[in-house]
């Protein structure tokens, strides 16, 4: 039987008074505020940045910046409200000067977005940027946010979420654990999900 939208909710803030200990990584030295992840526990639709930036840091929420902003823009314009899904990062603390994640950041933080993955099941996850979409696809995409051209595909892309979202559930989503023991077992990484679009390129 599925979790409760309770149970998920408490067990997320559970991982987040884990995230907010976190000293895996150097990142916990130079952060102001660790930022886990926010919306909702039950969410279908779930979105996966790249790592937090300055305002992001400031605030401790992700996608607040001007990032933020267009994102806000292109789920409103598909009927979504920020509270209908969830938006984490693949790293929960800000890179100096917005620099790449090191492959030690990400590899620290992977657990983590696993985990919420896990917990909170989403039908269908949106990768923002290059980082997030190698992480839980494999595939590396090689498109830009900043312009317009790159906003009309990432508009046509935003249109194809409802349909997404009504599509039948793939198979149970494993536990970071059994992510392990499969790559141990000499799997390399994990199988992506069926559908999956990369955004923010
Ligand atoms: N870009 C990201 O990838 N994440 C944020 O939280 C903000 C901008």
New binding site residues.
């Given amino acids: 039987m599925s979790a409760t939208a309770e149970e998920r909710r408490q067990q997320l803030v559970e991982l987040f008074e884990e995230v907010k200990r976190c000293e895996k990584c150097p990142l916990h030295e130079t952060r102001t505020k660790p ?1 886990f992840g926010a919306g909702n526990a039950d969410a279908d639709l779930m979105f996966v ?5 300055a305002e ?1 840091d400031r605030q401790g929420l ?2 607040v ?1 001007r ?2 902003q267009l994102l806000n823009q292109m789920l409103e314009e598909i009927g979504l409200a920020r509270d209908d899904v969830f938006i984490a ?1 693949v790293l929960k603390s800000r890179p100096p000067g917005n620099r790449d994640p090191l492959p030690l950041e990400i590899q620290a933080c992977e657990p983590y977005l696993l985990e919420q993955v896990r917990l909170i099941e989403p039908r269908v996850v949106c990768t ?2 290059n980082f997030a979409t190698k992480l839980l696809s494999g595939s590396h995409p090689a498109a830009a946010l900043r312009t317009p051209a790159v906003k009309e595909t990432l508009r046509a892309d935003f249109a194809t979420i409802p349909d997404l979202l009504q599509r039948p559930l793939p198979g149970p989503i494993p536990s970071s654990e059994e992510l392990k023991e499969a790559e141990e077992e000499g799997g390399s990484t994990p199988p992506p999900p069926s559908d999956q679009l990369g955004f923010f390129g």
């Fill in positions: 930022v940045g790249e790592a937090p930036g992001e992700p996608f910046g990032a933020g990062n923002l940027g």
